[in-house]
């Protein structure tokens, strides 16, 4: 993916709560294009794969079973310097040490429920946002 892209997904926690429209409204506000979205749910397998990187740590099937719990929101979203940009806007992993004004200080309920994914390199937005879309489904 380009370093003008990055890749995210509001969680199953943030979903039912109902907060998609003002997680989605920040985002718009910071600046950010969308350039794929879709609403959907995962099965555990495919959580399973999506965060391979993290199976040998002790939280990953606490994390696989919670990330196919419900339907998840997944988007690419377009901006200068996209990682860092959208890693400023939702804030630290651990909402209680999340800077005021950020996605997880307002809608995340613990540090396992935290609303959103980012993603943490431009390497590592390329591979999540092709798991979720197509070439074809990116404007």
Do not use: W
């Not at 600046?31 to 993290?54: C, D, L, N, P, S």
């Amino acid at each position: 993916m380009r370093s003008d892209r990055t890749f995210t997904m509001i969680k199953p926690d943030a979903v039912a709560a109902g907060h998609i429209g003002a997680i989605l409204a920040k985002i718009n506000e910071a600046g950010f294009r969308i350039a794929a979205m879709k609403y959907t749910q995962i099965t555990k397998e495919q959580a399973k794969k999506f965060y391979e990187v993290h199976k040998e740590r002790p939280f990953y099937d606490e994390l696989t079973d919670f990330m196919s719990s419900g339907p998840i929101v997944a988007a690419i979203l377009e901006k200068e310097d996209a990682v860092a940009a959208f890693r400023k806007l939702i804030g630290a992993t651990n909402p209680a040490e999340a800077d005021e004004g950020t996605i997880r200080k307002e809608f995340a309920e613990s540090m396992s429920k935290n609303a959103v994914h980012g993603s943490d390199s431009d390497e590592n937005a390329c591979i999540e946002g092709a798991f979720y879309f197509s070439a074809t489904e990116v404007i």
